[in-house]
């Protein structure tokens, strides 16, 4: 199993901003997964971000919105740019396990005003 | 990846066998069928996987059909503790390297005493 640490847990901003999600694993993995989940919906796929490569988005998410880093094999950040009342939304990091198996951290409740 | 159909809502009361059941009509050879778990502000974690017949472990059973085009999810003796959302994905995740998780809807289980 991998032991996800997600910050910060919850955060209100304000239109227009910025803000950055960190996101920890407890042992090195090669792909991390970022994960949306808006309100009362299933988890939607943002991006698979792998160590020393871009990150590759799915339909509908672009880098100039979601910046994704991964510095090294156990960290990884997703920013969400310019934010709108429309991205409120838990983001949630994965990191792969057993084939099929994904681990999740505990996930970023965004609020955006 | 296969489709996946699963019912919206389910009830139920503390003690009594659930079986959430999700079709998967166009199931592929290699795809096997994986369900989650996700409690109200965590991460979704993984139950139970299997490719056919009956898989069981501490937490749950997987009933298989011989056509693979469905399958369902049994949880023995449920507690308050097991209203969740579950959901059924399915996938060739053995033989492709990482497929990347796609959710469903789920099914939101309700318990109550």
């Known amino acids: 199993s991998a032991v996800i640490s997600q910050k910060p847990s919850r955060d209100i901003c304000q239109r227009g901003t910025s803000l950055t999600i960190q996101c920890q694993v407890d042992s090195q993995v090669t792909m991390m997964f970022w994960y949306r989940q808006q309100p009362g919906q299933s988890l939607t796929l943002i991006a698979t971000?792998?160590?020393?490569?871009?990150?590759?988005?799915e339909s509908g998410f672009v880098i100039d919105k979601f910046p994704i880093s991964r510095p090294n094999l156990t960290f990884s950040t997703l920013t969400v740019s310019n934010m709108s009342p429309e991205d409120s939304s838990i983001y949630l990091c994965?990191?792969?396990?057993?084939?099929?198996?994904?681990?999740f951290g505990e996930g970023s409740r965004l609020t955006v005003l | 990846l296969a489709k996946t159909t699963q019912p919206i809502s389910m009830d139920s009361y503390e003690g009594q066998e659930v079986n959430i059941t999700c079709s998967h009509n166009?199931?592929?050879?290699?795809?096997?069928i994986t369900w989650y778990q996700q409690f109200p502000s965590q991460g979704p974690r993984f139950i139970i996987q299997?490719?056919?017949t009956k898989v069981t472990n501490e937490v749950a059973s997987l009933f298989i059909p011989a056509d693979r085009k469905s399958s369902t999810l049994s949880l023995p003796r449920v507690s308050l503790s097991d209203t969740a959302v579950y959901y059924c994905l399915v996938g060739d995740f053995m033989n492709t390297g990482f497929q990347k998780l796609v959710f469903g809807t789920g099914t939101r289980l309700l318990v109550s005493p």
């Open positions: 166009n199931i592929a050879t290699n795809d096997y």
């Open positions: 994965s990191v792969e396990g057993l084939p099929g198996e994904l681990f």
């Open positions: 299997g490719y056919k």
């Open positions: 971000a792998n160590q020393g490569s871009e990150a590759t988005y």
